[in-house]
Each structure stands twice: as structure tokens, then as C-alpha cells.
């Protein structure tokens, strides 16, 4: 099945810090999107990607589709304290009405005062 | 609006029992999907429907049934618990397959003794 990766596992960056996360697949995928889960708390979606070399931004966020379409990376600036929490990627490649999103596993961020 | 709700938050059971999860949305959208959470194992699917009356097993949907009787909400049961199925449970929904991302629900710790 499709799989997507994301290393490492845990980051930890100090506050004001960039940080930036991969993600890379095997498969090609149509659609790419970035979660955020904080603690205690179900996965909220920060950013959608639909386009291959579209770059989009919310806020501190960046992420990007990339060419391939086999891979996408999510970038924080000036990171602070709440940007804590654990990022999912997630990628889909529609065929139909079973269609689903494919997640990674998840990289943690810790985030230094 | 309150999104996806899920009951209960917390639960333990002892090896054995029996218990059902409840996933309601008032979005009113297509797609319903449960998924469990195990520390350095991501996001794996358990069973999803694509709409009222239908259902279909996800990655890992061993020891788990789920029924959508009504287009707002989605069960999942656990005849019989065991141990290894100690875990956060998240229920997420779409409007439609072709993905602008899941709403997910806040969780439903189990802990299963």
C-alpha cells in the first residue's frame, strides 16, 4: 500500500527558531496536506495542496507541493512556544468514491523557551 | 457548530467487555472514518463509511465493527476488548471523497485492563 514518510520522529528547535519537516511517498499523489495535532486533541488541518509546485502559506506556515508530487515539505519561521505538537503529512490520489487519505506518522515538535 | 463529537472521552474496560463509540457530525457530510492512534504507529485506519448504510474495513479492522445507521453518526463497537486495542480512537468526515481535508474529533481515550 501507499506509505508516506516522515523522520525523524521528534525535533526539538529552540523558540524563534525555523524549522522545516519532509515528507516523501513512493506513490504519486494528487492531493497533499499538513496537520497539526496538539496535545489531548484530534488532528487540525493547517495547510491543503492541490497543485504540484504550488506553494502556500498560512501565517508562519509554508508548505509545498513538490514537483514530483511524490513529496511535500511544511516550513514554520519564527517558531514560539505554542507551535508545539505533533505534524502529520497526508496525501490522496482520487480514484473514486474509497479514495482516503494516506497519513504519515507523525513528527513531533518540542519547541525550547 | 460543533463539528465532530465524540463520546465518551475516557473509558477503561476490563479484558473482555463490551463498548461502543460514538462519532456525530453536524456538517452533514458524506464520508465517516475511524481511525486509532498508538504511540510511533500514526494515524491507522479502522473502518469508514462513504455514506449512510454502508461500511468498509480500513487497515486495521480486526476486532472492531462499526455501523452508520444515520448520515450523522458513526459506531464503533468492541465486542469483545482486549488489551492491544488500549489506544486513542479518533473519528474524522468529509463532504466528499475528492479531499479538502477531514474534520477530526477531539478523541476518545480507551484503556482496556
Known amino acids: 500500500g501507499q506509505q508516506l514518510n516522515q523522520s525523524p520522529q521528534s525535533m526539538f528547535i529552540q523558540e524563534g527558531e525555523d524549522v522545516s519537516m519532509n515528507c516523501t511517498s513512493s506513490?504519486?499523489?494528487?492531493?497533499w496536506l499538513w496537520y497539526k495535532q496538539d496535545p489531548g486533541e484530534g488532528p487540525v488541518l493547517l495547510i491543503a495542496l492541490y497543485k504540484a509546485g504550488e506553494l502556500t502559506s498560512n501565517g508562519r506556515l509554508t508548505a509545498q507541493f513538490g514537483i514530483t508530487r511524490k513529496d511535500s515539505f511544511l516550513n514554520i519561521s519564527a517558531s514560539i512556544p505554542s507551535d508545539v505538537g505533533i505534524y502529520f503529512c497526508a496525501g490522496q490520489n482520487y480514484t473514486g468514491a474509497n479514495s482516503k487519505l494516506t497519513f504519515g506518522k507523525g513528527i513531533t515538535l518540542s519547541v525550547r523557551p | 457548530n460543533a463539528g465532530v463529537t465524540q463520546t465518551p472521552k475516557f473509558r477503561v474496560l476490563k479484558t473482555g467487555q463490551s463498548m461502543t463509540l460514538l462519532c456525530a457530525q453536524d456538517?452533514?457530510?458524506?464520508?465517516m472514518y475511524w481511525y486509532r492512534q498508538d504511540p510511533g504507529m500514526g494515524l491507522r485506519l479502522i473502518h469508514y463509511s462513504v455514506g449512510e448504510g454502508t461500511t468498509a474495513k480500513g487497515e486495521v479492522p480486526d476486532g472492531y465493527n462499526v455501523s452508520r445507521l444515520k448520515k450523522q453518526n458513526f459506531l464503533l463497537g468492541l465486542e469483545s476488548a482486549a488489551p492491544s486495542q488500549t489506544s486513542v480512537y479518533f473519528c474524522?468526515?468529509?463532504?466528499?471523497?475528492?479531499?479538502?481535508?477531514?474534520?477530526f474529533g477531539s478523541g476518545t481515550r480507551l484503556t482496556v485492563v
Open positions: 474524522a468526515s468529509t463532504r466528499q471523497a475528492v479531499s479538502y481535508g477531514y474534520t
Open positions: 506513490s504519486i499523489f494528487n492531493t
Open positions: 456538517m452533514n457530510h458524506e464520508y
